[in-house]
């Protein structure tokens, strides 16, 4: 099964359209990271609130037969840095032994990890017509808690311990919610000492990859292996950038020319296939409307054979 991500304002008739002619199945909208996460998350919820969007999602899911999915950095959305001020024990420790507002949280403090999961549960059902698959992510560039807790165990096996409190909660909603533990950054060494829970499955995003060479020449591919056989092949998901235009601008607008790699796509599909992943997706940002108007139109035709 094939999926694109794009930005929550690059939708359109037309994408939903292009993507749906091509053999796309998934449609995930991902608000934009770093430090703009919150507020980008909170702007697409406003988005879900008007008739105007969620007309674009209906059509989406009910003439063009897409799923849709959203997947974003909520880690500040799910923990509100405004709690610093009164529980900073709920916050990431620095390397000088504070505690810090900024990037995630302490990921042992067990009521911190309380609060987060009802906050997941409550956000989930905003989410209008999502599939029961949620993507609650870390913060971009995330760093780990220096507490003594958060150093007994890896970056890996701290965020696997969330992601179980979170899907667990979520179980309890929609006993069919599954939730992704998302192998990128300091995540991609899989974890060692903390299992999966009912419902977790394995989400790899290879975002240091080179571009120019094939997945199968990669160096993450011990790592993509290793973390095949902590969450097995069901429901497992490729989070690539093949048509990450965002990436390839630099995050920066206005957009560059795009040109997919057909050659590299299609042998990357090939390659993911033959490792057991179920869905295959990619990032397709920065190719809205704003991208036709200076370089015309989209080439996803390797990702949708």
């Known amino acids: 099964m094939h999926g694109l991500l794009i930005h929550p304002g690059e939708l359109t008739k037309k994408w939903i359209d292009r993507m749906a002619d091509a053999g796309v199945r998934v449609l995930g909208l991902h608000p934009e990271g770093g430090k703009q996460a919150i507020d980008s998350l909170n702007n697409l919820l406003r988005l879900l609130e ?66 987060i999961a009802e906050n997941a549960a409550a956000l989930a059902k905003r989410l209008y017509r999502s599939a029961p698959r949620y993507y609650f992510w870390l913060d971009d560039n995330s760093k780990p808690c220096g507490c003594e807790l958060c150093r007994a165990i890896s970056p890996s096996d701290a965020q696997l311990k969330v992601m179980n409190a979170i899907v667990t909660r979520l179980r309890r909603d929609d006993p069919s919610a599954t939730l992704a533990y998302l192998a ?26 080179d571009m120019n060479r094939p997945a199968s020449e990669g160096a ?48 990357d599909l090939d390659f993911y296939c033959r490792l057991g992943f179920e869905v295959i997706a990619s990032f397709a940002c ?15 035709g390797a990702f949708g054979e």
């Open 220 to 267: 993450e591919l011990d790592n993509v292996r290793e973390l095949l056989a902590v969450f097995g092949t069901q429901n497992s998901k490729v989070l690539e950038y093949w048509y990450d235009n965002s990436l390839f601008s630099k995050w920066k607008k206005p957009p560059k020319q795009f040109k997919a790699n057909n050659e590299l796509i299609r042998g």
């Open 184 to 209: 990128y950054q300091n995540f991609i060494v899989p974890p060692k000492t903390v299992k999966p829970a009912d419902g977790i499955f394995l989400e790899f995003a290879p975002i240091k990859r």
């Open 286 to 300: 920065f190719l809205g409307d704003d991208y036709e108007e200076l370089w015309g139109d989209v080439d996803i």
């Open 50 to 115: 008007t008739e105007e969007y969620r007309a674009l999602i209906d059509y989406a899911i009910d003439v063009r037969g897409l799923e849709i999915e959203y997947e974003f950095h909520a880690a500040g959305w799910l923990l509100s840095r405004e709690l610093f001020d009164t529980h900073p024990e709920y916050f990431r420790m620095d390397e000088n032994g504070e505690r810090v507002r900024e990037i995630d949280f302490c990921l042992s403090n067990t009521e911190a990890i309380d609060v």
